[in-house]
């Protein structure tokens, strides 16, 4: 006989559209109960609070004291810092959306409080659950990677935030590179433009991985369309992966001739979202180390400040 799981409680601080998006599929997990929504508009918490039979606040000290068990904290970035460090000392498990803070002084003291708290610290870096990027994963396991080309380019967004480019996209695609390699970037080449912001809208981010492996993003916010694509070369294959349709193609034998064979890989269907928050509340129930660490937030914000020059 399975003994029943106890129901975890769950608050979602910050409901833009990613808060939004965490409170839809937490409403739908099992044995997890959303009850708090917090967001600085009591209209707005009160809004999609009402939505699943929750409480909405706008006060930061009422929702931290909540009496919660875990909380998406998907509020602006500079605030990341002082609500997880609250909500980890009060004994709250977080999932910090990317990047995990604005600071690496912030990053640090998170980090530093789920661990004097023994609390989880998970960090949103969503396209880690993608069914394309485990495709291709699986697909290079046994390979050596020469070189990783990512582009994620769309048209500019209705609302400035308060970042660029390379925080608001580019930190995906560093997790990526951090991800597919097992190696960290230990070199770094920008190339930053301004067009339409007051912060950078394109970026070409050159790296290299201490293993060797050389990787390449495109980012902006000047293409008309949305285009997210990841191509991955190896000393035997090339594989070339659609983030958006999931579609995984590898190519491979390539002849004198210049000849090749194709094939496409399965990728499973999946919601990258629900898969990250399942591993979140794995990582509760079991104790087992989170997907995503805070060691592994911290570690992809200093790539992407020093690709800003800070």
């Known amino acids: 006989m399975t003994l029943a799981q106890p129901v975890l409680k769950v608050g979602v601080a910050g409901v833009g559209v990613m808060g939004r998006n965490h409170a839809r599929v937490l409403a739908e997990l099992r044995d997890v109960e959303l009850t708090h929504i917090l967001d600085a508009d009591p209209v707005v918490a009160e809004g999609v609070a009402g939505l699943y039979t929750a409480a909405g606040v706008a006060s930061v000290e009422t929702f931290v004291e ?44 998170i980090i530093g409080a789920a661990k004097a708290n023994d609390r989880v610290l998970m960090v949103g870096q969503v396209e880690r659950f993608n069914p394309a990027i485990e495709t291709v994963r699986r697909a290079i396991a046994e390979e050596k990677v020469i070189s990783i080309q990512i582009t994620r380019v769309g048209p500019f967004p209705p609302r400035m935030g308060e970042v660029g480019v390379v925080i608001d996209l580019a930190v995906h695609d560093i997790d990526i590179i951090r991800h597919l ?22 970026a070409l981010l ?44 590898e190519y491979f034998g390539q002849q004198a001739d210049g000849s090749y064979q194709t094939r496409a890989l399965n990728s499973w269907p999946a919601e990258p979202l629900r898969k990250e928050l399942e591993a979140f509340v794995h990582a509760i129930r079991t104790g087992e180390t989170p997907a995503v660490t805070g060691e592994d937030g911290l570690k992809n914000l200093e790539v992407a400040l020093r690709c800003l020059g800070e």
Do not use: C, M
Request: aromatic fraction near 4%; proline fraction near 4%; glycine fraction near 6%.
């Open 66 to 109: 909540a009496g919660l068990d875990a909380v998406v904290v998907a509020t602006p970035n500079r605030t990341h810092g002082d609500l997880a460090v609250a909500l980890l000392e009060r004994g709250v498990h977080v999932l910090v959306e990317k990047p995990i803070a604005a600071t690496l002084e912030d990053a640090r003291r």
């Open 181 to 202: 390699t097992g190696s960290e970037i230990v070199e770094v080449q920008p190339q930053l433009a301004r067009t339409r912001a007051e912060r950078e809208d394109t």
């Open 206 to 249: 050159q790296f290299r991985t201490e293993s060797g492996v050389i990787a390449h993003i495109t980012t902006n916010w000047v293409t008309p369309y949305k285009t997210r694509t990841l191509q991955v070369a190896t000393e035997g294959k090339f594989v070339v992966a659609d983030l958006i349709t999931r579609q995984v193609t």
